[in-house]
C-alpha cells in the first residue's frame, strides 16, 4: 500500500475527505475489472440457455433435435387426423355452426400452449422471452386486420389452412394438392409484390411492445396466461360434454373419430414448448411454405426464408414432414377413408387467399392464432378475431346465394 499526494491533477476517490493524503490499493482498478468480468461471467451463466440457439450447436446435436421436433409432429398429425379436426367439412362446417370440432380443438390448442408457456417463463424465463416473436409490433393492426379477413375468407372457401393443409395431404383428401397449388401461388404473389415494392408490406419501426402483460396491465406472463389458459381447456371440456363428439360423427358420416379435439389442442400446446427449446419460435404454418418459394427460386423470392441453414428448416421439417407422416400413418393404419375435399375452384381460390391474407398479417391460424394469442400479443388477438369473424361471414354467405359448406360446392 502506498501513500501518495492528493494532487488535483491526479483525480482520488477519498471517501474520508483527507486534505493531504488518500489512501490508495494499486491494484484497484485490477481488482474492479476482476470483479466485473466475474459478474459478466455470473450473469452470462445465468442467462445461458438450458439448449443455445442452432447456429451455436453442432450438425449432429441439429440433427437430432430435428429427428425429434419431426417425431413430435407426427403425432400431433396423428392427432388431427384421429379428431377429424384435418377434414375440409370440419373447417367449412364450423363457419356456419353445424359442427364443433375446430372450435374445440383451436380453444383447447390457445389454452394448452397459455399453461406451458406460462410454466416455461416461470422456470426459463430467458428461453421463453427469446421465443416470444409476436411480443412485438409485427405489422401493424391495420396489416393484420387485411390479412387475417382474406385468410379467414380463404380457409371458409377452402376448408383448410396453411397448418392443416399437410395432414390433409397426408390424410388423403381428394383436392388437398389444389389447395397446395393456391397457397403456393399466393405465396408468390405476395412475395413478387414485396420484391418489387417492398414498402407495401414493410414492418414497422421501432420495437414498441404489443402484449397483454406489457402494454395494458403491466403483470408478469404467467400470472395472466395460466389461469386464462385453464379457463379455456376448462370450457373446452365443458363443450365436449355438451356438443358431444358422437353427434359431429354423425353429421361428417366417415366412421368413429376416437380422439376428442380437446385432447388433439393440448397436443398442440404441449408441442409449444420443444418448439420454442429447439427452434426458438412457437408453431406456425404458412413460413415453411415461403420456405418453399424461397428454397426453389434459390432466394430470388422470398430471399430470408431460403434453406440455407437449420433455422429455416425447423418449422417446415415439423409441419410439412412430421404432420403429413402422422396423418399419412394415422389413416393407413386405421383404414379411414380418403374425404372429398371442396371443388376444385374453391380449393384453388381458398388456398390463395389463405397464404397470401397470412402473408400480409404477419401470420395464419397457428401463428397468430395460437402461437401469438397464447402469447398475450394484441395484434394476434386481432387476427384470430379477424380470421374467424370474416371466415363465418364468408360461410354464411355461400350458403345464402345457395352453396353449401359441408363436403362439396
Known sequence: MTQVPNDPATPIHDPD???????????????????ASVASTVDQAAHKPLIPPSSERSVLVNTLLLLCLIAYG??????????GVFLPVSITGQMVFKLWIVLKMFMS???ASMVCQGLLNLAMQHEFDRSRVYKKKRAGFLRVIAGSATLGVGMALGGSGPTMLPSQIGGGVSTAWVTLLGALAGGVVFSIIDKFAPSIFANPEGDEMMTLDTKVVNFRYELLSVPIGFVLVGVCVGL????????????IGLGPLPWY???AGAIVGVGQ????LIAGHGQGGSTSLMTVIGTLTCGVLAPAHRLVSFQQAWQFAFVWVGTTLGSLASSQINNFPY?????YWRAAVGGFLMLFGARVAGGCTCGHGVSGFAELSLESAVAAICIFGFGIATGFV???AGGTMCCSA
Open 17 to 35: 475527505h483527507q486534505p493531504n493524503y488518500a489512501t490508495v490499493e494499486m491494484p484497484a482498478d485490477t481488482a474492479k475489472d476482476d470483479t
Open 74 to 83: 407426427m403425432f400431433e398429425g396423428a392427432s388431427f387426423q384421429r379428431s
Open 109 to 111: 390448442a390457445v389454452g
Open 240 to 251: 365436449e360434454f355438451a356438443l358431444p363428439q358422437s353427434d359431429d360423427e354423425k353429421a
Open 261 to 263: 379435439p380437446t385432447a
Open 273 to 276: 414448448v420443444p418448439m420454442r
Open 339 to 343: 374425404p372429398e375435399g371442396v371443388s
Open 398 to 400: 355461400i350458403e345464402a
